[in-house]
């Protein structure tokens, strides 16, 4: 597609659950990211490949998060024992190249709602 | 501690008037600050980014400004409409290898006709 696509665009998740969100970013983008936005709030960082290189992941709240894109295109974020606090939209972001002073692409994002 | 901050009280115009935003950063060092759109329900869009060396960029009805003594960037929207209406959000990026953005909380912007 033209642009980065998400799924699914909605998740509902029972506390403790493992959930697993995709992320299909642009063809022949090398950077991809990962951020977290909570309601009313900027997107934060959570993790960055280049390729398929995982090269930051100092946003990651805890060790059940974790980030993968082993062909260097399609990447998941998953969570492990899903809490409450991890409500949010999950947004994935590309870039065509590495290094700074591009512009991200963002998806639409995938709301996340633990109960 | 290490701040942006964006006009938390959402911003209400009417249209065809210039509505401005502000950002304002603390103990931050950027290369570059960019601004994005962002739509209910939807993810950023990218509008402009501004090197730090750079006091001001256009694009058609936009106007950015970077004043790295003031630690401030103003947003302007000249002849606004009322589908200009979104919530904006700056970034700021780091001089590093990575191109990680870091936003403040938004601006809604709200123009009425």
């Known amino acids: 597609g033209a642009g980065v696509s998400q799924s699914p665009r909605y998740k509902v998740a029972k506390r403790g659950q493992d959930v697993a969100l995709r992320c299909d970013p642009i063809s022949g983008h090398v950077s991809l990211f990962w951020y977290q936005q909570a309601l009313g709030q900027g997107p934060e960082f959570l993790t960055y490949?280049?390729?398929?290189?995982?090269?930051?992941k100092s946003g990651l709240p805890s060790d059940r998060f974790f980030a993968e894109r082993p062909e260097g295109s399609v990447s998941t974020l998953k969570i492990q024992r899903t809490q409450q606090e991890d409500s949010a939209v999950y947004l994935c972001?590309?870039?065509?190249?590495?290094?700074?002073?591009?512009?991200?692409?963002f998806g639409q994002g995938t709301r996340l709602t633990v109960v | 501690s290490q701040k942006i901050e964006q006009n938390s009280e959402a911003l209400n115009i009417q249209e065809g008037k210039t509505a401005t935003l502000t950002c304002n950063y603390t103990?931050?060092?950027?290369?570059?600050l960019q601004w994005y759109r962002q739509d209910p329900g939807r993810g950023p869009v990218f509008l402009l980014l501004i090197r730090e060396n750079e006091k001001e960029k256009r694009k058609e009805r936009l106007k950015v400004t970077f004043d790295t003594t003031l630690k401030q960037s103003l947003f302007h929207i000249t002849a606004s409409q009322p589908p200009d209406s979104a919530t904006y959000l700056c970034?700021?990026?780091?001089?590093?290898?990575?191109?990680?953005?870091?936003f403040g909380t938004g601006t809604r912007l709200l123009v009425s006709p």
């Open positions: 103990n931050y060092s950027p290369a570059y």
């Open positions: 970034a700021l990026q780091m001089n590093t290898g990575f191109q990680k953005l870091v």
């Open positions: 972001a590309s870039s065509p190249i590495a290094g700074v002073n591009t512009e991200a692409f």
């Open positions: 490949f280049q390729n398929e290189a995982q090269l930051d």
